[in-house]
């Protein structure tokens, strides 16, 4: 089992920054892939980052140039730099993660994220 919490999430106005930090404990040794996913109200959690236990990146094509990912395999740690921010990264933000023999992916709570015009 892993357990995951966010936190960093609130309230900007647009064009400015957050930086957002998930929390891995429980069995995090196996943890292969970590990502960020947000939803909007009304619409479909979807991808916004991912990082491989390698280090390898992934981004949609919103996030690309103004997000970063990155991953402590040390401290169990997962960030989100959020830069040049618009009201329409407004969202609730979750960690995932994934252990390739697990059946099931693993989530975070949620932290929201409010970009004000």
């Known amino acids: 089992q892993v357990q995951l919490v966010e936190s960093g999430g609130g309230l900007v106005q647009a064009g400015g920054s957050l930086r957002l930090s998930c929390a891995a404990s429980?069995?995090?040794?196996?943890?292969?892939?970590m990502g960020w996913y947000r939803q909007a109200p009304g619409k479909q959690r979807e991808l916004v980052a991912g990082i491989t236990s390698g280090a390898a990146t992934t981004y949609a094509d919103s996030a690309k140039g103004r997000f970063t990912i990155s991953r402590d395999n040390v401290k169990n740690m997962l960030y989100l730099q959020m830069n040049s921010l618009k009201p329409e990264d407004t969202a609730v933000y979750y960690c995932?993660?994934?252990?390739?023999?697990?059946?099931?992916?693993?989530w975070g709570q949620g932290t929201q994220v409010t970009v004000s015009s």
């Open positions: 995932k993660a994934e252990r390739p023999l697990d059946p099931i992916a693993y």
């Open positions: 429980g069995s995090t040794f196996s943890i292969e892939f």
